[in-house]
């Protein structure tokens, strides 16, 4: 069991650059999602943010969940993706797809935020 795996930092898949997925403690989700949503102007705020938590915290292992919006970033309309499943042990798979050019800036937002609080 190659549990170290779980707590790697965010990664992007190199066919997708518009994926990132992140593996971490789900009593972070929260605040991820709510460093995220800083990023935007309109279409993932605190709110949003708040009701996808709520969502996550009350999936059971193994039941994947999908939220998709439309973002406002820099005053374009961007698709955003998130995907979470949970497993057994705590730990939360988070995956967010959007547009190439957002993509970096949600991984930059992600991996801050856990290599900040030592994940």
Same mark, same amino acid.
């Given at each position: 069991?190659?549990? %170290?795996? !779980?707590?790697? =930092?965010?990664?992007?898949?190199?066919?997708?650059?518009?994926?990132?997925? @992140?593996? &971490?403690?789900?009593?972070?989700?929260?605040?991820?999602?709510?460093?995220?949503?800083? !990023? %935007?102007?309109?279409? &993932?705020d605190?709110?949003?943010?708040?009701?996808?938590?709520?969502?996550?915290?009350?999936?059971?292992?193994?039941? =994947?969940?999908?939220?998709q %919006?439309?973002?406002?970033?820099?005053?374009?309309?961007?698709?955003?993706?998130?995907?979470?499943?949970?497993?057994?042990?705590?730990?939360?798979?988070?995956? %967010?797809? @959007?547009?190439?050019? !957002?993509?970096?800036?949600?991984?930059?937002?992600?991996?801050s935020?856990?290599?900040?609080?030592?994940?």
């Amino acid at each position: 069991m190659m549990l %170290f795996a !779980l707590n790697m =930092p965010v990664t992007a898949n190199a066919s997708d650059p518009g994926r990132v997925t @992140t593996s &971490f403690d789900v009593k972070y989700a929260s605040a991820v999602l709510h460093q995220v949503a800083r !990023l %935007f102007s309109g279409g &993932f705020d605190r709110s949003a943010a708040d009701q996808v938590s709520r969502d996550i915290d009350a999936l059971k292992a193994d039941q =994947p969940k999908v939220w998709q %919006f439309t973002v406002q970033y820099r005053g374009k309309p961007q698709p955003l993706e998130i995907r979470a499943l949970l497993d057994d042990l705590g730990m939360i798979d988070l995956d %967010f797809a @959007t547009s190439s050019e !957002l993509a970096p800036s949600v991984r930059s937002s992600v991996d801050s935020y856990l290599n900040g609080h030592g994940h």
